[in-house]
């Protein structure tokens, strides 16, 4: 007879190598990622929802009333991207960002911050809102350590004239926010220099967060970090370049006194009062020497100048006067397209050139065109070579002499040259599709027309899109005078725009270049009846 105690020992021994009759494997461990920071614009974000993505994973927080939060994700995979609602200094409701790079710690700190913001942005190249709405594997590729300490570095050159970042990680430096009694720490305090800057020259973080997911380079944002004008954002207090047949002309504006000096021609310098115009902001008046000028500044500080004539003096062509940045003959290579009025010893009339550089300033293509089709290129010996000049801008060297340019880059990184010579004025700018506009979109303009005589017509307009066919790349827009006119984009050359002709003189035909988004267009009169050059500048709205 079989024990009774055998069988039940060898009963649990089966059942104990059956893992105890419950049959399955146990569960892994759980490895919860901790993110924490501080989310504030200088003050603290008390009460704000943080919310955060990880390569795997996602989680959110509320912000104590210090700013302090702390994610927790079960079994995060990084890198993270987190986000959190602000108010910038402006007032404007907005998005902040940060990220935690690639990497395997389970503790790591993210700030989210004014700076951290523009870190994101530098790294998305572009929208920090969509990056974080679709935190793809693109996305995520993105945010290696070595990415990251290159956004930091660049964002500190950048803003090396208004703030000191050197030996600072915005991302994962101490942060102690302003909330109470409590004025915060240096991280804090360099929040706030940086809101106060932005208040002075009328900037929002959000358009110099674009500025900087646009890779407009450390110049462009610069500029429009300077100190504004209380009543004209766009003027801002710099150096200010001009084309001339005989050089690139310097001054300095102080957009707070409203005063432009430059040198007199005689070893000295001359200042110029800037008298604003009443009920137009963004428009001047100065006088120099008895000489009256008439200054319109665009939203992005191009101005454009015209002596005004006195009684029976002469016309002068007008010039558009760029904002001083510290451009290379490489930011300058690509393929352009041109604008011109210029004389061979008689009558202005339109022109229209394309151009190729390298990097290294040489042309390496070149045509004088007419109409939409016809070009005639130009033989290797009248190819042109630029050469950064010492006090600013560019040579353009070729074997009919040399003509002078300024050159501007916008915050969309897109450049414009103005180009000086004794022949007349050329307005150029990169070769970039333009995308069609908006039904309803409204835009508010000076316009100035110049006729061959240099007599001129000065007046202001006001346009809204009233339709968009994308299909043919054609739009249509009414005047505020109720003229309507049909233009194609992206015609004859991408950045370019045509309008054809008409039956009356209500829309005369023509080409168009818009400068980027400096708020300024030039256009040449294709029309036999009235070839003209038109420039206009965005005005207030």
């Known amino acids: 007879m079989k024990s009774r105690l055998l069988l039940t020992g060898l009963t649990a021994v089966a059942l104990t190598a059956c893992g105890?009759?419950?049959?399955?494997?146990?569960?892994?461990a759980v490895t919860?990622?901790?993110?924490?920071?501080?989310?504030?614009?200088?003050?603290?974000?008390?009460?704000?929802?943080?919310?955060?993505?990880?390569?795997?994973?996602?989680?959110?927080?509320?912000?104590?009333?210090?700013?302090?939060?702390?994610?927790?994700?079960?079994?995060?995979?990084?890198?993270?991207?987190?986000?959190?609602?602000?108010?910038a200094a402006d007032g404007t409701p907005m998005t902040l960002h940060s990220v935690v790079e690639a990497g395997t710690g389970t503790a790591p700190l993210a700030n989210i911050t004014p700076l951290t913001e523009l870190i994101v942005a530098a790294l998305a190249s572009g929208d920090t809102n969509a990056f974080f709405a679709n935190f793809d594997g693109t996305a995520q590729a993105r945010l290696t350590?070595?990415?990251?300490?290159?956004?930091?570095?660049?964002?500190?050159?950048?803003?090396?004239?208004?703030?000191?970042?050197?030996?600072?990680?915005?991302?994962?430096?101490?942060?102690?926010?302003?909330?109470?009694?409590?004025?915060?720490?240096?991280l804090d305090q360099l929040l706030d220099q940086l809101g106060e800057q932005l208040k002075k020259a009328q900037t929002t973080l959000a358009q110099l967060s674009t500025a900087v997911g646009n890779n407009a380079g450390a110049a462009a944002i610069q500029t429009i970090l300077q100190t504004a004008s209380e009543t004209c954002s766009g003027l801002r207090t710099?150096?200010?370049?001009?084309?001339?047949?005989?050089?690139?002309?310097?001054?300095?504006?102080?957009?707070?006194?409203?005063?432009?000096?430059?040198?007199?021609?005689?070893?000295?310098?001359?200042?110029?009062?800037?008298?604003?115009?009443?009920?137009?902001?963004?428009?001047?008046?100065?006088?120099?020497?008895?000489?009256?000028?008439?200054?319109?500044?665009?939203?992005?500080?191009?101005?454009?100048?015209?002596?005004?004539?006195?009684?029976?003096?002469?016309?002068?062509?007008?010039?558009?006067?760029?904002p001083a940045q510290s451009l290379?003959?490489?930011d300058l290579a690509g393929n352009w397209s041109a604008l011109g009025f210029e004389t061979n010893g008689g009558i202005y009339q339109p022109t229209r050139v394309k151009l190729t550089f390298d990097a290294d300033g040489k042309a390496l293509a070149g045509a004088d065109c007419t109409g939409l089709t016809s070009c005639t290129s130009w033989a290797a010996n009248e190819l042109p070579r630029l050469s950064a000049q010492p006090g600013g801008g560019f040579a353009l060297t070729d074997s009919n002499g040399?003509?002078?340019?300024?050159?501007?880059?916008?915050?969309?990184?897109?450049?414009?040259?103005?180009?000086?010579?004794?022949?007349?004025?050329?307005?150029?700018?990169?070769?970039?599709?333009?995308?069609?506009?908006?039904?309803?979109?409204?835009?508010?303009?000076?316009?100035?027309?110049v006729f061959g005589d240099l007599s001129v017509n000065v007046g202001a307009g006001a346009t809204e899109i009233t339709?968009?066919?994308?299909?043919?790349?054609?739009?249509?827009?009414?005047?505020?005078?109720?003229?309507?006119?049909?233009?194609?984009?992206?015609?004859?050359?991408?950045?370019?725009?045509?309008?054809?002709?008409?039956?009356?003189?209500?829309?005369?035909e023509g080409i168009s270049l818009v400068l980027g988004n400096t708020g300024v267009a030039v256009m040449i009169s294709l029309d036999v009846r009235s070839l003209f050059y038109d420039i206009s500048v965005n005005r207030p709205q």
Not at 39 to 52: D, E, K, Q, W
Not at 420 to 442: D, E, F, H, N, T
Request: aromatic share 4%.
């Open 238 to 322: 710099g150096d200010y370049l001009a084309a001339t047949p005989v050089g690139v002309l310097t001054a300095h504006v102080d957009a707070t006194k409203l005063t432009l000096t430059q040198p007199d021609g005689q070893g000295g310098t001359l200042s110029v009062q800037l008298v604003p115009i009443p009920q137009q902001a963004c428009r001047f008046s100065a006088l120099s020497g008895g000489a009256v000028s008439d200054i319109q500044v665009s939203p992005a500080g191009v101005m454009l100048v015209r002596n005004v004539p006195s009684q029976g003096g002469p016309s002068l062509l007008p010039n558009l006067v760029v």
């Open 145 to 186: 350590p070595a990415n990251v300490t290159t956004a930091l570095v660049s964002l500190a050159t950048t803003l090396k004239p208004v703030i000191d970042l050197s030996n600072v990680d915005p991302i994962k430096a101490p942060l102690v926010a302003a909330n109470g009694a409590n004025a915060g720490n240096a």
């Open 328 to 330: 290379s003959v490489a």
């Open 402 to 449: 040399t003509a002078y340019v300024a050159a501007f880059k916008g915050t969309d990184g897109q450049v414009t040259a103005v180009i000086s010579s004794a022949s007349g004025l050329i307005v150029g700018a990169k070769q970039v599709v333009r995308p069609m506009p908006v039904v309803g979109a409204k835009n508010s303009y000076w316009d100035l027309t």
């Open 20 to 28: 105890g009759g419950g049959g399955g494997e146990s569960a892994p």
């Open 467 to 508: 339709s968009v066919d994308a299909a043919t790349s054609t739009y249509t827009r009414k005047r505020n005078d109720n003229r309507v006119d049909t233009w194609e984009q992206n015609k004859p050359a991408d950045g370019l725009r045509y309008r054809g002709p008409s039956n009356d003189t209500t829309a005369r």
């Open 32 to 87: 919860t990622t901790k993110i924490s920071g501080t989310a504030a614009v200088g003050a603290a974000l008390p009460n704000a929802t943080v919310l955060a993505k990880c390569a795997t994973g996602s989680g959110s927080a509320t912000t104590a009333a210090n700013g302090t939060f702390t994610v927790s994700i079960d079994n995060a995979v990084r890198p993270c991207v987190l986000s959190v609602p602000a108010t």
